[in-house]
């Protein structure tokens, strides 16, 4: 699976939108491109996936570029309880392992 | 989403002794679930792959007889820690997916195991 950096840490005020970029220049074709958060002594927690084109759904937006090198995850409005550690991670199939990297922790501040 | 539950949440025992920590998956079918490690201030760690009905698949350095796992059941997975040492009290994590949504995988809330 393609390795992806993040950045260690970032900071965003509440109510503004949090957006996490996330590089995977190695990324094969037909791998995806997940996000998962976790909360302080909670299992991580599915956000959302993509492989070509950008993506929303009720939690945040992912935003792919054309040539699949990167990634920004976009929390629209982020509120105190999204403060948690922000994993990306490439993966080439359904049903396979996840590796995690060191992700992004995210504070949101009021 | 789909709901992944982990039983005991938290888990002391003595050096020495085994514990065992049950995966189960609540509101679907599981045919592969992954057991994960996760030390203080640490990424998560995969262990293992579990199947139902089959050997478990160990990555490497993970010994599998210390860290024996059964999936007995589409819902069910167990992961027993024998012969327990201090320095294996860590966050243990369990995920899953549904077969009818592969491209989506579910984490339990994990296990606090603590070896005194």
């Known amino acids: 699976d393609a390795k992806t950096t993040q950045p260690t840490s970032m900071d965003c005020a509440e109510g503004r939108a949090a957006n996490l970029p996330c590089n995977h220049s190695?990324?094969?074709?037909?791998?995806?491109v997940y996000w998962y958060r976790q909360i302080h002594s909670q299992g991580p927690q599915y956000i959302i996936h993509?492989?070509?084109n950008n993506e929303t759904n009720e939690m945040a937006s992912l935003i792919i570029t054309e040539d699949r090198k990167s990634s920004t995850l976009i929390l629209p409005h982020a509120t105190l309880r999204d403060t948690a550690v922000y994993y990306c991670?490439?993966?080439?199939?359904?049903?396979?392992?996840?590796?995690f990297g060191k992700g992004t922790t995210l504070s949101v501040s009021s | 989403g789909a709901v992944v539950s982990q039983h005991p949440s938290r888990v002391i025992c003595k050096s020495g002794t085994s514990v065992k920590i049950e995966c189960r998956s609540l509101?679907?079918?599981?045919?592969?679930m992954f057991w994960y490690r996760q030390f203080p201030k640490q990424s998560l760690m995969l262990m293992a792959t579990?199947?139902?009905?089959?050997?478990?698949?160990?990555e490497q350095g993970v010994e599998k007889d210390k860290f024996l796992i059964n999936h007995a059941s589409l819902t069910l997975s167990t992961l027993t820690v024998t012969s327990a040492h201090p320095e294996d009290s860590s966050f243990y994590i369990c995920?899953?997916?549904?077969?009818?949504?592969?491209?989506?995988?579910?984490f339990g809330p994990g296990t606090r195991l603590t070896v005194t």
């Open positions: 190695t990324i094969s074709g037909n791998e995806y």
């Open positions: 995920s899953a997916s549904p077969a009818t949504s592969a491209y989506e995988q579910y």
């Open positions: 993509g492989l070509k």
């Open positions: 509101d679907f079918q599981a045919t592969t």
């Open positions: 579990s199947n139902e009905g089959s050997k478990a698949t160990y």
């Open positions: 991670i490439a993966a080439n199939q359904a049903g396979t392992a996840l590796i």
